[in-house]
């Protein structure tokens, strides 16, 4: 395996841990500064806002840069921002520096799926950018649970400060194992933004946010379904979330491969079709915790199958504008993620039981899995039968 592929993969493992670790530690966040649990979700948000940020921005303003030097102010500005946030005293001082570190995670995806492209075998671009997206996989398996850990066992801070400290080691890693590429064309501040006038990106970035919704319908409310519907103590959970991030893990691994086989758009919309299936049976065997479990690995699993081939269709759908394309799908995927723990919320706040939030989940990856079926058959399989059947015909 190629260092290069591993040092984008440390990248995402910081931005997964920096992400999804404050889910685990908002009430030891909440006690340390004095306010609110609800209060303390904020943070999430402001994270969240920073992803949404940061892409536009990395146009504006390093769109002419060479890409390793863009991936190297990134993982720079990674480093500040989890240090900044280990050192917060109040509130507001927490937001600001939530905020700043979400500023390089979409844009780091976006870079880097573009240099795990450049860097790829022939023929394994998926394959390459799958091994980048690997590391925040294994930050939910291990990243995670370690950082939740540490917090509840001497502080908060530590897992923040831990970030920042890997930060650092990643600023060697692509500056040592990264190679020197040339900027990409630049087509103007307005040229980046062309591709948005087809339809193509279009359907892939709402296939995103609206599958990924779905998945986060169910999994926000994960917690209390397996404990309240499917019979499993609070004890079984860090046990139980690491198989899902075993899944994750499994499920982009094996996107990358599937994708470079049988092409994305097909890897796409079978996964999304099987998740929403998964996603439907949890409604009616919650209550059986074996097959939970198994349905809880499959939606997981094909969560992140979706992953690397969506990327790379993202890549190869914004001519002119690849930088903002790329970093555009971790847009659509936080957008999604607020989009499904506000909806799956709905039927439990309505009174109903936890396995209700799986109803509103598989409607939307429904939706998800129609939009990429669409894609593939106007996109992707005319392209890929004519040349099966020119293949054929020269071997007549």
């Not at 969240?48 to 769109?63: D, E, F, H, Q, S």
């Not at 917690?223 to 499993?232: C, D, E, I, Q, W």
């Not at 555009?328 to 936080?334: E, G, K, L």
Request: with cysteine; proline share 5%; charged share 10%.
């Amino acid at each position: 395996m190629k260092k290069s592929l591993l040092a984008l993969a440390a990248g995402t493992f910081a931005l997964g841990i920096a992400e999804f670790a404050m889910m685990g530690i908002l009430p030891d966040v909440a006690t340390d500064l004095g306010i609110s649990i609800p209060a303390a979700g904020h943070f999430i948000a402001a994270y969240a806002l920073g992803v949404c940020t940061g892409a536009p921005l990395l146009v504006l303003i390093a769109r002419t840069r060479p890409l390793k030097q863009i991936l190297l102010g990134l993982s720079v500005l990674i480093v500040f921002g989890n240090l900044c946030t280990a050192l917060a005293p109040d509130y507001w001082f927490m937001l600001a520096t939530r905020f700043i570190s979400g500023l390089p995670h979409g844009a780091f995806f976006g870079v880097g799926s573009i240099v795990a492209d450049k860097l790829a075998d022939k023929g394994k671009g998926a394959q390459a950018i799958s091994i980048m997206i690997a590391g925040i996989t294994v930050a939910n398996v291990l990243g995670v649970p370690v950082g939740t850990y540490v917090s509840h066992t001497f502080s908060w801070r530590f897992t923040f400060m831990t970030v920042g400290i890997w930060a650092l080691v990643l600023v060697w890693l692509i500056w040592r194992h990264i190679p020197v590429m040339e900027p990409l064309p630049d087509t103007g501040l307005l040229g980046q933004f062309r591709f948005f006038r087809h339809l193509a990106p279009w359907l892939i970035l709402f296939a995103t946010s609206l599958g990924n919704g779905g998945a986060f319908c169910w999994f926000s409310y994960v917690n209390p379904l397996m404990t309240r519907v499917s019979g499993f103590t609070s004890s079984d959970m860090m046990l139980l979330m690491m198989l899902a991030g075993l899944g994750m893990l499994a499920g982009n691994l094996a996107g990358g491969r599937l994708s470079d086989r049988f092409g994305p758009g097909k890897v796409a919309f079978s996964s999304q079709g099987i998740m929403c299936l998964a996603l439907l049976s949890i409604f009616f065997l919650a209550a059986n915790p074996i097959l939970s479990v198994l349905l809880m690995v499959i939606c997981t699993t094909c969560l992140f199958t979706v992953s690397s081939p969506q990327q790379l269709l993202l890549i190869r759908h914004a001519k002119g504008g690849e930088m903002l394309g790329a970093a555009s799908v971790q847009i659509a995927f936080n957008l999604g993620n607020a989009l499904g723990a506000w909806s799956g919320g709905l039927p439990v706040e309505a009174g109903y039981s936890y396995e209700y939030t799986a109803l509103p989940a598989s409607f939307f990856a429904f939706i998800g899995f129609a939009l990429l079926l669409y894609f593939w058959r106007r996109y992707e399989y005319p392209i890929r039968h004519l040349r099966t059947t020119s293949y054929s015909r020269k071997t007549v």
